[in-house]
Every structure is written in C-alpha cells, then in structure tokens.
C-alpha cells in the first residue's frame, strides 16, 4: 500500500527554525497535508498544498514540495515552546478522500 | 469554519459494557465521516468510512459487529464500542468533510478506558 514516512523526533532551541521532512511513496497524490497534535487533543490542519504547487508560505510556515523526489517538509520560523507538539503529515488523492498519515514526528522547542 | 465535536472527551466504562462516542460537524454538512484509533505514540488508524444515509465501510480487521457506526445525518455520526474490553483502550478521533471541503477536519478526540 501507500506509504508516508517521517522522522520521529525533533529537537530545537526557541527562536531557531525547524523543519520537518517527510516522503510518500503514492504518485497520484494530490493533495498533502501537515497536522499538528497536541498531547491528549485531535489533529489541527496547519496548512495543506496542492501537488502542482512548489512551495506555499502561511506566516511563519513555509511547506516545500519535491514532486520528483516525492518529498515534503514543513519549516517553521521563530520557533516557540507553544510549536511543540506531534506533527504529521498526510497525503491523499483527492481533497476528502482517504488520507493516509506519516506516524508523526514529535517536535520538541526548549527555552 | 469547519469545527467538529466529539463527545464525551474521555469516558471510563467496565469491560462488557457498551460505550458510544459522538461525532457532530457544527458548521458545516458533513457527507463523509471517518472514525479513527490511535495508539500512544503511533500514528493513526482508519477504521471506518461513512457516508450520510449509508453503511459504513470498515477497514480490513475491524470488526464492523463491535464497532457500529451510525451517520444518519449530515451533522452527526455516532461510533458504538459494543462489549467493550481493556483491549479496546484508546484514543478515538473523528473526522469530516463535505462538499467544497478542501481536507477532513478532526475531533477533539475521545480517550476510552476499559477496566
């Protein structure tokens, strides 16, 4: 089946940026999406991009797509304690369709 | 725009016993709903896939007879652990979407545990 694969751990400093990576394995994918996951609550859409976009920014998000390499990261600038959380990413062929998830990347910001 | 509810936000029950979780699109109509299980540091599982006025659609090895699953309106769909036991123990989330939705949006979740 598909697959999504991410890192499962990140450390940063308060103030630096992060960046998470991701791959999936789906060629179809249409749409990709970041989440963000806060201990004991649901997932919050950060921001999504569509397969035919290259790079689309959202104050301090900035989500970069490699089609070719089926690659996707998410930076966040100015990273601050409030950012960690657990963040995932996802993909699917359709808008609403099945989404399939990376098993999430635990990002940590230390003061 | 786009909030969805789940209800209750954790629930404790005595195993045997029968356990149902609320799912309510507040903003919008939901057509599709999407019932997942997500274990502790892991990532999450689809369970199931229903549409409004529809059986549901259940992943390979959930068992659709322990876990019913009603969305009989465009707002609501309702997830029914039947004969609940310890395994069963976990943290189930929500999710919808609809017409012009670009994405599922989720529930706050719901931790369940069985004794």
């Known amino acids: 089946g598909e697959d999504v694969e991410q890192s499962l751990f990140l450390s940063v400093r308060e103030g630096d940026s992060s960046v998470i990576n991701c791959t999936y394995t789906?060629?179809?994918?249409?749409?990709l999406y970041w989440y963000k996951q806060e201990p004991g609550a649901g997932l919050q859409l950060l921001t999504y991009i569509f397969s035919n976009m290259d790079m689309k920014q959202d104050q301090r998000l900035t989500v970069l797509l490699n089609k070719k390499d089926k690659h996707l990261s998410l930076r966040i600038a100015d990273t601050q304690t409030g950012d960690s959380a657990i963040y995932f990413c996802?993909?699917?062929?359709?808008?609403?369709?099945?989404?399939?998830f990376g098993k999430g990347t635990m990002l940590l910001v230390s003061p | 725009g786009a909030v969805v509810s789940q209800h209750p936000s954790r629930v404790i029950c005595k195993s045997g016993t029968s356990v149902k979780i609320e799912c309510r699109s507040l903003d919008f109509q939901a057509t599709t709903m999407f019932w997942y299980r997500q274990f502790p540091k892991k990532s999450l599982m689809l369970m199931a896939t229903s549409n409004e006025g529809s059986k549901a659609t259940y992943e390979q090895g959930v068992e659709k007879d322990k876990f019913l699953i009603n969305h009989a309106s465009l707002t609501l769909s309702t997830l029914t652990v039947t004969s609940a036991h310890p395994e069963d123990s976990s943290f189930y989330i929500c999710?919808?979407?609809?017409?012009?939705?670009?994405?599922?949006?989720f529930g706050p979740g719901t931790r369940l545990l069985v004794l």
């Open positions: 789906d060629s179809s994918s249409t749409y």
């Open positions: 996802a993909e699917a062929s359709s808008g609403y369709s099945t989404l399939t």
């Open positions: 999710s919808a979407t609809g017409t012009g939705q670009e994405t599922q949006y």
